[in-house]
């Protein structure tokens, strides 16, 4: 306020601002000042248009009531007001600053603002709420406390200990607007505060208006369907069809119109308005011309209202004048006189290089840290269970993934046994005797021991083939063994010849010079036929892998017996595996894509869900309002959520350990990673929440990047074996670099100066610094 201002009433310094040019130097000096505000919702073919060339003028110290019907563009107008929706065109001036432009400070603790859903976290108290707001706009303790007293008090709320959720709808909104009065803030935005308060606390809430604006120091805009109620504010503000209709105050509308009530003079007007249009129906017309509307002057300096047939009434007064920006109406204001005077320069608002590179407040961190300690508390059950997540789905991967199927039937024809008695079965490995009734000599395999001058070495072989846990099933005819896994009861067929002994030694006496048809037939009967299921991939390859181990005992075993070295037919060495077990298993390939994927999603859909609740109850517009930046609120959930991860991160390793899976490499850089793969998570939780609006396609958008994750990431299948355009794509995503780093780690023992390993890191590092960026961004820029 300029010093000559002070000591005058408002009602001069309203008069004297409408007689002086419009200048930026004046438009400052409101409270608030819109001028020309132009915002459209939709596609730009079809758009709605909300705001229509909207001029308001708001002067310091008033109370100012906005009406309108019900979706007229009240809160809209209001959030753009307070920073948190952009108009399309026009310009806002909220107390001497551009909304949300530096050194502002609005948003900021200099407005108040009650939204008009209740926007408290239903799980607090009231206290708790009060606490919140008055520490995020820069309260201390101290100073909370009787105030909380004061307005539980005075809004007649019941006790402070009380839970929100266990309020009623009208209490919970007085607790809301309890928090927007808590810290006095120079400018009050109460939308709808009113609704279902009884009268009396709604005479006491507008006295208390009244009390707080006497001064200057405070000023308030409110929204209400009472249009009433509004008799007590200075200035009302009346908005139909996207512009004031009327900007006066209480009494002077009243005297100009000729009403009763406001509720008559906001319909005078809109005929008024209505009669710019053209008549759309004869209905319309007939209710208009049945209401009789006095001539109006308008205020000095304004030419009168033009109702061609071709353009709309805009009914401004006083400075609310102005022209619809953007659509194509007829211009009925002569403020164009006013715009081309020279204006004054704009001020420049001091803003130091050290706010420039203030990340965050020390106050907003407190309180933002403390509520999301405090609703992970209020949701404990909720929070043991997703801390407990991955543990179950680690154990349950450990328990079902990756060990060698057991228990495989094999439909075996052994020729070398009699017929009838081959249907018998065979006692466990090493009591290797048939339980057949009275079994003749050539119904058993007669041996245990290995014995060169053995003349059934099908028994032999099959033997080392039941100690590798499979079922062996007995048949006397070929076709049977075929129909059997035909028809899925075994898994392949065997069969042995009736000379299969005898042609094996046979093949030892094969010279070149041996009769071709002789050789032929002894290397025939000498073999095992094999006919497999193959439907099964991992089947199929562990019975080939289990024939071919048998195999190599069984030879070496004859070949021992018979004086030869075992390793006369082995013509290929495996040594001791580099890396790796000897018999190497799926769990342990996919043990750390596995790891590193549940807990990157545990992490997406707890942060995601603890957004979108914050979000979409309002808290985050309401905190964004009060000066919160969204870098602050990232922060506090990553300061909170990282401490749940870290609780993951030591549980998924434990179990890890449990299940003694392979860790060659340091148990620490191994934490370190699954620990930052789980912060990506948690940023890529952000991203989900910022691009989407409600849980329902963050639920989408989160399962729809599970599965292409887990399939492009190299963690069920080796990258090596996708397409190559895949496998280009497959190394820019979040989990595939990450997982071959901790595979190398765990496996492969490697430390973290090997490129494969430090590469890991880095790439989860840069995916962090990309979706905190893009989230933040988001956040700042995505607005209505
Ligand atoms: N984000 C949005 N996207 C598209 N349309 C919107 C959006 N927000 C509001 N609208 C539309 O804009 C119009 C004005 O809405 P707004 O909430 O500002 O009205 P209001 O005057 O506050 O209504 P009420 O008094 O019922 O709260 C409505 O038609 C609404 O459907």
Redesign the pocket.
Known sequence: MRDADIGISLVERRQKFLQQPSTVWTRKQQAVCVRRAYKK??EKKSP?V?LDGLNMTVPKGCIYGLL????????????CIVGR?RLNAGEIWVLGGKPGSAGSGVPGPRVGYMP?EVALNKEFTIRESLFFFGWINGMTTKEINPKVDFLIDFLMLPSADRSIKNLSGGQQRRVSLACALLNEPELLIL??PTVGVDPVLRQSIWDHLVKICKDGSTTVII?T?YIDETRQANLIGL?RGGRLLAEESPDELLRKYNSESLENVFLKLSIIQNRGKRRRSSILHDVTASISVPEVPLPTGHVNMNFDATSEISGEFGETIGPPSISKRVSISNEPTVQTLDLPPDDEIEWSLKDRLTLFSSCHMRALIWKNFLWMWRNVGMMMFIMGLPIFQIILFCLSIGKDPVGLHLAIVNEELARGVRNCTYLPPRMFQKECENPGNDSVCPFIEYDCEVDKLSCQFLEVLQRRNQKLDYYDELEQAKNAVRRGKAWAALKFSEKFTEALKNRSDLTPSTDPVLADLSLNQSEISVWLDQSNQQISLLLQRDLWESLKTFTASVATACGYTPRLLDTIQFNKPIYGPVIPNFTEFAAPGVMLTIVHFLAVALTSGAMLIERNEGILERSLVSGVTGTEVLLGHVTCQFLVMLIQTVAVIGVTLFFNLTIQGSLLTASVLVGLTGLCGMCFGFVVSSVTDNERNATYLALGSFLPMVMLCGIIWPIEGMHKLLRGFSYFLPLTLSTESLRSIMARGWALYQPTVYIGFISTFIWIVFFLGFSIFLIKFKK?
């Open positions: 919702y939709g709605n909300i309108g019907a019900s979706g007229c563009g009240k809160t809209t107008l209001l959030s929706r008009q939308d709808e929204t369907h908005m209505g």
